[in-house]
């Protein structure tokens, strides 16, 4: 009996000593502005998060208790005005945000454009890996993600003066070429604190998240020095599989139990959820379905999709019935599908676009690391998004107007250059008062060079060959190839079997 006491107390494998005890690394706080009084003025401090979901709200608003300065905050987005990271904005507690996307928040993009703030905005796919990478001890790594654009030739405002020159411009990227491809060097990403969102901690310090609340929230576990977790429940030890833990303890220093979220992401929903009434079609209206119709024929059956906001979004309500098609979303699902009319849904999301979204049985939940991974491994077969310019070899500009508007790339660098994915763009034909989207070169900052397959306007359908140019293989009745030229900004050849546009 006292060897098998000692047997349960300690074993040997190998010559290696194990005790079936050890002390718990994680400590348990039951007041947030605790956990998070030890962030230092100047500290780097990663932030889960993607759009409003996943964000760790308590223990946001305490660092406005704490007043720590000078935060450098690594986070996808900096949420809305008055909630999330856009809370330590209005305070002007934040001195640099390393951020993909500027969203809708107004003051995030003023503080930016006014100087006043410092942005290096970063691929969100890029930003999602060198947060990973750091996790994982990699220095850096190389991507096609951002060739021929200012990510790699450097120069992007980091930081603008008052009268609106360039005060710190991002630095060029290293260039190197495998397998006939060009890629561009990135340095993983640390913090010394992070931030974390997640749905249940149990009492070892083990942690889960609930649905598309991973995101940036579970590469961040891993990439910081001390780890803070506010959860809405911590259960006993044995509560939740072993084999269903998202990250284990080892990642994970300070649980917090939060309380009183908002939950601004997620509807919950009983009964019918009713369809909007259709409201009268303006002339923009019919300009769009036009374009949508279209774009949705390029659907096939099996592909596996992923959607930008507005057009591209809106032409999967026009899938035809008799094939399937997967839809990705960079927040991390697979199998989504927009709702419109349900009976007895209980769980609508909402995407970044606010498109409000489902998902079909078979579906899947995942971080934005595995988001794009599936992306930039060519695992996703078509990516269909808008823009501003389309140039005729194919370049594509939809991110920003350098000094004037700037929404942030988002995820749109890694999608286009993803090997073997087809690349469509939708977008009116041209711009306000008539001005040119269709161009021999882009006059705006490259979204990806030599990126795009397929153009989808109103008027007119084309293919891009990246070397011999535009070809027009369909235009919209009562139009002649004369009409296009004279409304579109560089030459195309006429294909001789040149089609009305078709609709579905």
Known sequence: MKALRVLLMLYSVGGCYFSTSFQKRSK??????????????????????????????NLINSLLKTGVKSLTAVSNNAGVDNFGLGLLLQTKQIKRMISSYVGENAEFERQYLAGELEVELTPQGTLAERIRAGGAGIPAFFTATGYGTLIQQGGSPIKYRKDGTIEIPSEPREVREFNGRHYIMEKAITGDFALIKAWKADKAGNIV???????????????????IVEVEEVVDVGTFATEDIHIPSIYVHKVVQGGSYEKRIEVLKGGIIQAEKPKPKKDSD??????????????????????GIGIPMLASNFIKQDITVHLQSENGILGLVRVI??????????????????VLPG?????????????RGGHVNLTMLG???????GDLANWMI???????????????????????????????????????KCSLPLTGKQCVDRIITEKAVFDVDQTKGLTLIEIWEGLTP?????CTGTEFEVSPNLKPMQQI
Do not use: W
């Open 402 to 440: 350098p000094g004037k508007m700037v929404k942030g790339m988002g995820g749109a660098m890694d999608l286009v250059a993803s090997a073997g994915t087809k690349v469509v763009v939708t977008m009116e034909h041209s711009a306000k008062g008539g001005k040119h989207k269709i161009l021999d």
């Open 363 to 375: 579906a899947a939940y995942f971080s934005s690391d595995e988001s794009f991974a599936m992306i």
């Open 28 to 57: 348990f706080y039951s007041d947030p502005t605790e956990a998070v009084k030890d962030i230092p003025n100047g500290a780097t401090v990663l932030v889960g998060g993607f759009g409003l979901c996943g964000i760790p709200e």
């Open 286 to 307: 019919i300009v769009r379905e036009r374009i949508i119709r279209r774009a949705a024929l390029e659907f096939e059956d099996g592909m596996y999709a992923n959607l």
């Open 209 to 227: 998240f609930r649905k598309t609340a991973r995101n940036f929230n579970q590469p961040m576990c891993k990439a910081a020095k001390v780890t």
């Open 387 to 393: 823009a501003m310019q389309v140039s005729k070899h």
């Open 482 to 486: 004369e009409d296009i030229k004279a």
């Open 341 to 358: 009319l349900i009976v007895h849904l209980h769980v609508v999301l909402v995407l970044t676009g606010k498109e409000t979204v489902t």
